[in-house]
């Protein structure tokens, strides 16, 4: 379980990275609109994702390394072990 989460989150930086090199053009995207509009789309949901998930990341204590890291992995940070035991507890 673990491993599939560390792959899943690895792709979605190399995701993340691709992105905004491209924003820059540093690196050559066939389809730059295409990939920008997926990484809009992703972005939503991730920010969904914070919203509906607020309170219960409040009582964990570390509202802000949490928010940070479900906007980068979005809900491989949500169902991470560590991280389902971390509200578990704060409830």
Request: glycine share 8%; aromatic share 6%; net charge positive.
């Amino acid at each position: 379980m673990r491993a599939s989460m560390l792959v899943g989150k690895l792709l979605m930086l190399v995701f993340w990275l691709t992105v905004i090199l491209s924003l820059f053009g540093l690196v050559p995207v066939p389809n730059p609109q295409r990939l920008q509009m997926i990484a809009l789309i992703v972005l939503g949901v991730h920010v969904l994702e914070c919203l509906l998930t607020f309170g219960k990341l409040k009582k964990t204590g570390a509202l802000g390394v949490h928010l940070v890291q479900v906007m980068l992995f979005g809900v491989l940070h949500l169902r991470h072990p560590d991280t389902v035991q971390a509200m578990n507890q704060a409830l």
